[in-house]
């Protein structure tokens, strides 16, 4: 018999029980046993930051960290970023800058930023730069991505959201 | 000789605001599904009977690989198959880097292709 745990996870204000082997990963239940692939794998230890999801608003690495120890915790995954129709503010920044081409880091990306706006909500360039070290990006560079967590930076603090201005989304293919 | 009427060349438009699409940053119309977790990657693809891979990377900056026994790793549960440079051309026999793989294991589960590595 399999030694299973039960466990209970808040994932995007929806609530899991799952029985999990001791062994299985936080991204591995997020992505397979949730569906919710917007998590990528990426160095699978803990170094390049795209598995990046927050566990009661603190962002972890998902891929060096176990279901049983996410046990009883609120998830926070980029599919719970948007608010319907209206992208979080970081999203519309990112594709308003350029923040983004092939896509894998942005998830990651996108919570590392918005736990850093929590913390810092008004951040120089520098303290940007500083919070993203923890997350790779092979295409962009960095630069997009900075100006784009600082244009949203001021949006977030006075907590609005424009959807008037949100251009009407375009629905690519998906598997 | 007559003389050909021209219609007037269209208007310089030299100014950065008057232009409609050169010099200007256009949102891509694929973004938004990236950017909401929905890209659809090769890791996303879910098929029935779909396996598992793992991939045994070597720990050395230059290494050959001098034996390899791949009975243990067959012998677990839930794997498939088991491979080495010999079966397949994306592993190496001898590993140039570190993280060069070296054999792979597919399974049922990736928790069981992990620990067959």
Redesign the interface.
Known sequence: MKDLHPVTLTVNGREYTLAV?P??LLV?VL??DFG??????GCEHGVCGTCTVLLDGASIRSCITLAVQADGSEIR???G??DGAA?HPL?EE?????G?Q???C??GM?LRACELLEQTPDPTAEQVREGIASNLCRCTGYQYIVEAVLAAAPRMREGRRTPAET?T??????? | MTAVERPAPPPVRTHKANRTWVGKSIRKVEDPKFLRGRGGYIADLVRPGMLHAAVLRSPHASARVRSLDLAPALGLPGVHAALSCEDVDFLDAVAGFPGAGVAAVAADSIEQARAAV
Do not use: M, S
């Open positions: 082997e062994c299985r591995d992505r397979d919710l692939t917007g998590t990528h794998i995954t980029v599919e970023l948007a992208l999203q990112f594709w308003d800058k350029q983004l092939c896509g894998y942005t998830p996108l251009p989304e375009t629905t690519g293919a998906q598997t």
